[in-house]
T-cell receptor, first 112, second 113 residues
Framework: NAGVTQTPKFQVLKTGQSMTLQCAQD?????MYWYRQDPGMGLRLIYY???????DKGEVPNGYNVSRLNKREFSLRLESAAPSQTSVYFC???????????FGDGTRLSIL | GDSVTQMEGPVTLSEEAFLTINCTYT??????LFWYVQYPGEGLQLLLK?????DKGSNKGFEATYRKETTSFHLEKGSVQVSDSAVYFC????????????FGTGTKLQVIP
């Protein structure tokens, strides 16, 4: 059971570099989410997508862009990485109604 | 907007002690409530959920009751084990079209033998 798959698991970037974090789910969920997790701050929502073709800003969208490529895939792009974006990034998906979110294992990103 | 407040950690308990982690929420609608658990180096996993007032969610000895009158969803376990050491997140989900989920900041639990 794959669930939510994130790639890569680890990445080190230099300031100013760009990269895309990939996320795919195989549960036919409409909603997908990107969070970042920093020590002492819990999970903060970056962007979410309630359905294919729609995306909305969350709590901390600055410096990020997203693409809902199709129902399965939701990618997060850092155009010009900054040290403040060093974090653990989690992708999640959710079915309708009172279904819970399902999370990937995270991408640990360090920006030097 | 919606918000979730949970008790600050870390919480340190001896094995077999009773656990309570407090969680209160504010929501404009009638949300579903969840507890998630995160073990070191892993993503969040659903621990339990409740979808309407007075529902009790339970799993692996953990319980939480949806209290609409006090807007609370406290997590309890009668006898914790070392393997319960993790970070616990309270969350709510609105039932609207955007399916937005709001998390608390997490409570780290450490159980010592």
């Amino acid at each position: 059971n794959a669930g939510v798959t994130q790639t890569p698991k680890f990445q080190v970037l230099k300031t100013g570099q760009s990269m895309t974090l990939q996320c795919a789910q195989d549960m036919n969920h409409n909603s997908m989410y990107w969070y970042r997790q920093d020590p002492g701050m819990g999970l903060r929502l970056i962007y979410y997508s309630a359905s294919e073709g729609t995306t909305d800003k969350g709590e901390v969208p600055n410096g990020y862009n997203v693409s809902r490529l199709n129902k399965r895939e939701f990618s997060l792009r850092l155009e010009s990485a900054a040290p403040s974006q060093t974090s653990v990034y989690f992708c999640a998906s959710k079915g309708t109604g009172d279904q819970p979110q399902h999370f990937g294992d995270g991408t640990r990103l360090s920006i030097l | 907007g919606d918000s979730v407040t949970q008790m600050e950690g870390p919480v340190t308990l001896s094995e077999e002690a009773f656990l309570t982690i407090n969680c209160t929420y504010t929501a404009t609608g009638y949300p579903s409530l969840f507890w998630y658990v995160q073990y070191p180096g892993e993503g969040l996993q659903l621990l339990l959920k409740a979808t309407k007032a007075d529902d009790k969610g339970s799993n692996k000895g953990f319980e939480a009751t949806y209290r609409k009158e006090t807007t609370s969803f406290h997590l309890e376990k009668g006898s914790v084990q070392v393997s319960d050491s993790a970070v616990y997140f309270c969350a709510l989900s609105d039932r609207g079209g955007y399916q937005k989920v709001t998390f608390g900041t997490g409570t780290k639990l450490q159980v010592i033998p």
